[in-house]
């Protein structure tokens, strides 16, 4: 079973940057995608950024595009999520998710396994 850890979050002042990490465990060659989304209170979980575990190839959600960047480090086999010029509406709870199924892609409910998540908080 594929174990995630995410680290990182905390309260940070708009127009400043975080970075998350999500360490990946168990049997990693089984993993098609990993998948960043996020969840703010009394909303539903939103797509961030995904990206291929093979192919390294992402795809960003347009509200974070530019401002947001996915890194893997093989080694560790850890993703980071580097957050730059956040804003208020940043603000939620993060969560990392593996997907092993090769159409694991954009949506939650393709992914398999999900990290217990990171509370990321924006302030003005």
């Known amino acids: 079973q594929v174990h995630l850890v995410e680290s990182g979050g905390g309260l940070v002042q708009a127009g400043g940057s975080l970075q998350l990490s999500c360490a990946v465990s168990?049997?990693?060659?089984?993993?098609?995608?990993i998948g960043w989304f996020r969840q703010a209170p009394g909303k539903d979980r939103e797509f961030v950024v995904a990206?291929?575990?093979?192919?390294?190839?992402?795809y960003y959600a347009d509200s974070v595009k530019g401002r947001f960047a996915i890194s893997r480090d093989n080694a560790k086999n850890t993703v980071y999520l580097q957050m730059n010029s956040l804003k208020d509406e940043d603000t939620a709870v993060y969560l990392c998710?593996?997907?092993?199924?090769?159409?694991?892609?954009?949506?939650?409910?393709?992914?398999?396994?999900w990290g217990q998540g990171t509370q990321v908080t924006v302030f003005s």
């Open positions: 990206v291929r575990w093979t192919s390294s190839s992402t």
């Open positions: 998710a593996a997907g092993t199924a090769p159409w694991a892609w954009l949506s939650a409910t393709q992914y398999d396994y």
């Open positions: 168990g049997p990693t060659f089984s993993i098609a995608a």
